[in-house]
């Protein structure tokens, strides 16, 4: 069986920096009731506590995060690149040791965002990006998908398990 990596905030676990939680979602709870689900929250994972100052990349653009190139700075000024990319690395040796092909992360996070990311001014610009885990997730190979996109990871996870491909364009 499949499994799939998925953000503890969409379980309805209050991990999210506000200390709020999304979900679970029906899919999920039938996922969860199956036994498919990892659940990690990449920014508790790095050792941020929840709740915690909301975080921006300039740009929104996680893989250069992970290149060194950008920093995650919260609406203070600190610096909370280590951690994001501790919880990045972390999602990553769950992937391996799960062989999971699929993530379903939380849309938007500095962390999770997989199409569009907050730009960094914390003026709630949106720009086309991904948070640092949904970039890790990708250059190993794992579709990552948000919470508005779940009829497309249920897609790809019933084309894993019928052996296709599981590739699932998006557009």
């Known amino acids: 069986m499949q499994k799939i990596l998925v953000s503890r905030c969409l ?8 200390g ?23 920014e508790v994972a790095g050792g941020l506590p929840t709740p ?12 250069q995060v992970l290149d060194g190139h ?5 609406i203070e000024g600190e610096d909370v690149t280590a951690a994001f990319v501790d919880g990045a690395e972390q999602a990553c040796a769950l992937v391996a040791r799960h062989a999971i092909r699929i993530a379903l992360l939380k849309a938007r996070s500095p962390s999770c965002g997989n199409r569009e990311n907050y730009d960094g001014t914390f003026s709630g610009t949106k720009v086309v990006g991904e948070g640092v885990t949904a970039a890790a997730l990708r ?6 998908f948000s919470e ?3 009829p497309a990871a249920e897609a790809a996870l019933m084309a894993l ?3 296709t491909s599981g ?5």
């Open 70 to 74: 950008l920093p995650v700075l919260t």
């Open 148 to 150: 508005e996109e779940l």
């Open 11 to 18: 379980l309805g676990q209050r991990v999210r920096y506000d």
């Open 52 to 63: 915690r100052a909301p975080a921006e990349i300039a740009g929104g653009q996680g893989a």
């Open 167 to 171: 590739t699932i364009d998006l557009g």
């Open 139 to 144: 250059r190993i190979g794992v579709q990552v």
């Open 20 to 42: 709020g939680a999304h979900g679970p979602f029906g899919l999920l709870e039938r996922w969860q009731q199956q036994g498919r689900i990892v659940p990690l929250c990449p």
């Open 161 to 163: 398990e019928h052996g």
